[in-house]
């Protein structure tokens, strides 16, 4: 506060172009603000980023079977994933953490971590932070399934960090436990 009053405020008759600085520095600060803002958001436009009603029950369809039969669910996934365009990304995420789902249950961490970090980077590419989320709190339990604590550990404050992003605090909590 006291640079602030010495140099806009308490300025000689002919120095009032210390204002003009400083306003014109905010100024230009907030500019590239907002065009470093802008280039961190999904460039396609026809992206879809959210799930239909029938797209949710194909998903919860999977889900459902993916307990009692992990290979049938990987299959029905794995049909389903073949026949999406680039544009499904969230229907492709979720087809994804199933199929790592599917291989975790079955022990095969290798492969489900494989699936985990496909899903992950397209989570990324579209700034979907719930997912990112979810998907790097997967990843952790695979690692501390396998005792990679540390690997673990990262994934899990990254989970926590993207729940706070996502502002979804019910999952965080969830999380923690």
Not at 149 to 161: G, M, Q, R, T, W
């Amino acid at each position: 506060m006291q640079w602030f009053k010495e140099n806009i405020f308490s300025f000689p008759i002919n120095s009032h172009h210390r204002i003009f600085d400083f306003m014109g520095g905010v100024i230009l600060s907030i500019v590239l603000l907002a065009l470093l803002s802008s280039c961190h958001r999904p460039q396609d436009k026809h992206l879809q980023l959210s799930l239909t009603a029938y797209e949710e029950s194909i998903v919860e369809d999977i889900h459902k079977i993916l307990y009692e039969n992990p290979l049938s669910s990987r299959q029905e996934a794995i049909q389903i994933l073949d026949t999406l365009s680039e544009a499904k990304v969230l229907m492709k995420i979720s087809l994804l953490k199933a199929l790592g789902s599917s291989y975790v249950l079955e022990a095969n961490y290798s492969e489900g971590l494989k699936y985990y970090n496909d899903a992950l980077l397209r989570a990324k590419d579209v700034e979907n932070y719930f997912e990112i989320a979810n998907i790097n709190n997967n990843i952790g339990v695979v690692y501390r399934e396998i005792g990679d604590i540390k690997s673990a550990y990262f994934h899990f404050v990254e989970a926590l960090d993207f729940y706070d992003l996502a502002q979804n605090y019910g999952k965080k909590i969830g999380a923690l436990n």
